[in-house]
């Protein structure tokens, strides 16, 4: 599903314009991206936990150049979803392209 289905089904269970509903997920997605980019989870209950993870530094080979590198730790973004939507999920019996 693009973001752009996303919003069509948005608008037409909530009765909203599509504007609207558009406008609505942009700024759930960019609060996510500001309040993890400051260093906070992000908890919806019934859906799941944005997070971030650390990783640790790690040394890593550069191939093509034949020489090694030091990664120093740094976080990345995660999701952890809730278990009634790991249930949902888990309960799927073929994946739709």
Same mark, same amino acid.
């Given at each position: 599903?693009?973001?752009? =289905?996303?919003? /069509?089904?948005?608008?037409?269970?909530?009765? !909203?314009?599509?504007?609207?509903? *558009?406008?609505?997920?942009?700024? *759930?997605? %960019?609060?996510?991206?500001?309040t993890?980019?400051?260093? =906070? %989870?992000? @908890?919806? /209950?019934?859906?799941?936990?944005?997070?971030?993870?650390?990783?640790? $530094?790690?040394?890593? /080979? %550069? !191939? $093509?150049?034949?020489?090694?590198?030091?990664?120093?730790e740094? @976080?990345?973004?995660?999701?952890?979803?809730?278990? =009634?939507?790991? $249930?949902?999920?888990?309960?799927?019996?073929?994946?739709?392209?």
């Amino acid at each position: 599903m693009t973001k752009q =289905e996303l919003v /069509r089904k948005i608008s037409h269970e909530t009765g !909203i314009g599509q504007l609207t509903a *558009l406008a609505s997920v942009e700024a *759930l997605v %960019n609060v996510i991206k500001d309040t993890m980019a400051s260093g =906070e %989870n992000v @908890y919806l /209950r019934g859906f799941g936990t944005f997070n971030l993870k650390k990783r640790a $530094t790690k040394t890593a /080979r %550069n !191939i $093509t150049k034949k020489e090694t590198i030091i990664v120093p730790e740094h @976080y990345i973004p995660a999701f952890k979803p809730c278990p =009634e939507f790991q $249930t949902m999920v888990a309960e799927v019996k073929e994946v739709k392209e």
